[in-house]
């Protein structure tokens, strides 16, 4: 994905993170942080590993770990 594509297409939630070639991760961090957002969305993500929702909290440990989070 090119780096200007990024400003639209930057993961803001866990199906986001889920649906992104894992060679669009390392570039899609780097990205939310110098804009200030990857905190956003590693709570988002964490709302869902609190969800009661078994499939939600799947879906959250599968992104963390997408992300490169031990899980």
């Known amino acids: 994905m090119p780096a200007n594509d990024f400003a ?6 866990t199906g986001d993170v889920l649906r992104m070639p894992v060679a669009d991760i390392p570039d899609a961090i780097s990205a939310l942080v110098q ?9 988002r993500i ?3 590993l609190r969800s009661p929702d078994a499939a939600l909290r799947q879906s959250g440990v599968r992104a963390l770990q ?3 989070f031990p899980v």
């Open 8 to 13: 639209t297409d930057l993961p803001h939630e």
């Open 35 to 43: 804009r200030r957002e990857f905190s956003d969305l590693v709570s």
């Open 46 to 48: 964490h709302v869902d």
């Open 66 to 68: 997408k992300l490169g």
